[in-house]
Each structure stands twice: as structure tokens, then as C-alpha cells.
């Protein structure tokens, strides 16, 4: 009884494995056939996806361009002999400029600190993406440092680098000299179709905000986020004009703006020649806080003639001061590296 018990079983278990092995043997030859299908008739379907789209036209130099990737599951192409769970194909959307031609002059006072370098690489690789631009950095130092002539020297722009020692940290002596090249190279020129905006160099910017200014015809006028004392700081526009000005600090003043809240055409400082910032009439220093709004005053700005470049409560900059690191420790080679 117990050998034809075991004969029984045997027998079971041999035509499970047949019909197993049936089936395996069917899975099998159904994968070569579509392989074999997909290597005679899928190469040209895989190639449409190609990752990146290196075949597409690139934007022009005087165009931004937003790259959207688009996850797509493999279908079997598999460029380079790596394995792929997914490949990206990428959409090149030109954004068009109507004033393209229209220089920025970006004026970016900086001071030597531990996270001046990082500051100046995020703005820099920011800078980078935007046509038609100058980026004129003025050092207080009483010399140009090497950590900033290497950094502008790797930065892909047409970039300006002077210094002047300032006995304060308002950067008044930087702006001044910054406004001052953009002048004396619009004057040897004959003239320049371009824009000034004093952009701090830890401060953080939208890429709308650049075509935004680069419009301004006189003088515009932007939010800005974490100024003044409050959350946004700047004018509350309704059809392209300010209707009223928000700020938690100094109500007097006549234009509650950071200095990156506004940005001003060539034409006005060449109508102006002996306007400065943060300079009075008599050439005496201005009072604290009230740089900005004596510079729009002695431009003859006016609250109505203002240009809004924020839609009620868009934030394009926002006036961001990086905290230094805590409890940093000291480094033997802290000396030889460029942090």
C-alpha cells in the first residue's frame, strides 16, 4: 500500500510538471516573438522618445527657456546599453521678450562674510538664465578680493567687478560707483537703451522679475516680500497703477520701498545727471531708511506716474538676509579653501 501510495503521488507530481514546463515553454516563446517584433518595428517609435530632445532648436540668446520633463514609462528603448525603468523627454517652451533689447544693468553691492560666496553663486547661476543682462559687482574692500574675481570669471556673464572701502554697512559708496560706470558707459556711448535695478546679492528673484523691469519705461515700482518690517512690502496696484502702499515701518515716507522695489529707466538718470543714491542735493548723506524714496523724490517721481510691475499680490524678490552658521567647527585647512 505505501509503494502504490508513492507511485500515485509521483505520478501527480510528473504531470504538474509537464503542464508546468507547457506553460513556461508557451510564456517563453510568446516573450521572443514580441522581442522580435519590438527589435523589427520599435525603433523608430523609441526614437521619438529620445530623453532630452537634443534634436529640437535651441531658444535664442535673447529668450528664456522652461524646460518641463515628462516621466514616461520604458517601452523597451534602452540608449547606451543601460538599464531604464524611465526615461524623461523634455518641452522646450521659448518665453518671448518684447524689449530684448533692453540692457539690465543688475548693481550688487557685497561684503566679505562666511556666506558671502554662497550668496553670490546662487545669484550668479540665477543671473545666468536671463538675456540681455549686466552684472555689475562692487566689492567694499579696499581691493578686489580673489574668492569674487574667480567667481565672476566662472560665471557666464558679461559681469562688471569694482570695489570702494565703505565706512558703513548701507552700501551707499557701492551704488554710487555702480550708477556711476553705467552713466560714464552710457555717456561714452552716446546713449543707452537699458534699465538700472539695485539687486543685494542674498536676496532671491523670480525670472518674471527680469522681464517685468525690463519694460520699465521711467520709473516701475515692485513688491517685495519680508521688507519693511512686514510680510510684502510695496504698492497694492489695480490696473497698472498704485492705489495705496503697504509697510510696518515709516509711514512718512513718501515711497515705502526696499531698495529692490523698483527699477529705473537710463533716460531718467541721463534727464537727472547729479542724482545719487543715497546722496541729498547738497551731497550730504541721506537719513537711514530713507534712501530709496529720497532717490524717486530728487528723480521727480511722482506716486501717480509710478509704473506697477506686481499684480496685487504677486511676489517676484524677496529681501531674504542669510543667517550665518552656528556652531561651526574650525578647520586646519580652513585657510587654503574658498568656502
Known amino acids: 500500500l505505501i509503494v502504490l501510495s508513492c507511485a500515485r503521488m509521483m505520478r501527480t507530481y510528473f504531470y504538474t510538471f509537464l503542464a508546468l514546463s507547457a506553460s513556461n515553454a508557451i510564456t517563453l516563446a510568446v516573450m521572443f516573438i514580441y522581442c522580435l517584433h519590438r527589435s523589427q518595428h520599435g525603433n523608430e517609435e523609441s526614437l521619438k522618445h529620445e530623453h532630452f530632445a537634443m534634436s529640437q532648436p535651441q531658444p535664442q540668446s535673447t529668450t528664456l527657456s522652461t524646460v518641463v520633463l515628462e516621466q514616461t514609462e520604458s517601452t523597451g528603448f534602452n540608449p547606451g546599453n543601460y538599464t531604464l525603468d524611465f526615461y524623461f523627454t523634455a518641452t522646450v517652451r521659448p518665453l518671448q521678450s518684447a524689449h530684448a533689447s533692453t540692457t539690465i544693468y543688475f548693481i550688487t553691492p557685497t561684503y566679505s562674510r562666511i556666506t558671502q560666496k554662497a550668496d553670490l553663486t546662487c545669484l550668479c547661476q540665477t543671473l545666468m538664465l536671463v538675456p540681455t543682462l549686466v552684472w555689475i559687482v562692487v566689492e567694499d574692500s579696499p581691493s578686489k578680493t580673489p574668492m569674487v574675481t574667480h567667481l565672476l570669471e566662472r560665471c557666464n556673464l558679461t559681469s562688471v567687478h569694482m570695489n570702494v572701502e565703505?565706512?558703513?554697512?548701507?552700501?551707499?559708496?557701492?551704488?554710487?560707483?555702480?550708477?556711476?560706470?553705467?552713466?560714464?558707459?552710457?555717456?561714452?556711448?552716446?546713449?543707452?537703451?537699458?534699465?538700472?535695478?539695485?539687486?543685494?546679492?542674498?536676496?532671491?528673484?523670480?525670472?518674471?522679475?527680469?522681464?517685468?523691469?525690463?519694460?520699465?519705461?521711467?520709473?516701475?515700482?515692485?513688491?517685495?516680500?519680508?521688507?519693511?518690517?512686514?510680510?510684502?512690502?510695496?504698492?497694492?496696484?489695480?490696473?497698472?497703477?498704485?492705489?495705496?502702499?503697504?509697510?510696518?515701518?515709516?509711514?512718512?515716507?513718501?515711497?515705502?520701498?526696499?531698495?529692490?522695489?523698483?527699477?529705473?529707466?537710463?533716460?531718467?538718470?541721463?534727464?537727472?545727471?547729479?542724482?545719487?543714491?543715497?546722496?541729498?542735493a547738497d551731497n550730504s548723506s541721506v537719513k537711514i531708511g530713507y534712501m530709496e524714496t529720497t532717490f524717486l523724490e530728487m528723480l521727480g517721481v511722482t506716486k501717480q506716474s509710478v509704473e506697477c510691475r506686481s499684480h496685487q499680490e504677486e511676489i517676484l524678490v524677496w529681501h531674504i538676509r542669510t543667517n550665518k552658521p552656528k556652531n561651526l567647527t574650525p578647520n586646519a585647512l580652513i585657510s587654503s579653501l574658498e568656502i
Open 166 to 280: 565703505s565706512p558703513d554697512v548701507l552700501a551707499i559708496e557701492q551704488r554710487y560707483l555702480g550708477l556711476k560706470w553705467v552713466r560714464d558707459t552710457c555717456r561714452s556711448n552716446n546713449g543707452c537703451n537699458g534699465v538700472v535695478y539695485f539687486g543685494d546679492d542674498d536676496n532671491k528673484y523670480d525670472l518674471r522679475l527680469f522681464e517685468a523691469i525690463r519694460a520699465t519705461q521711467w520709473v516701475s515700482v515692485m513688491n517685495v516680500a519680508f521688507a519693511g518690517a512686514v510680510c510684502v512690502e510695496g504698492p497694492y496696484c489695480v490696473n497698472g497703477k498704485a492705489k495705496k502702499w503697504r509697510t510696518g515701518w515709516d509711514r512718512r515716507r513718501k515711497f515705502p520701498l526696499d531698495m529692490a522695489g523698483f527699477a529705473v529707466n537710463i533716460k531718467v538718470l541721463e534727464k537727472y545727471p547729479n542724482v545719487w543714491v543715497g546722496k541729498n
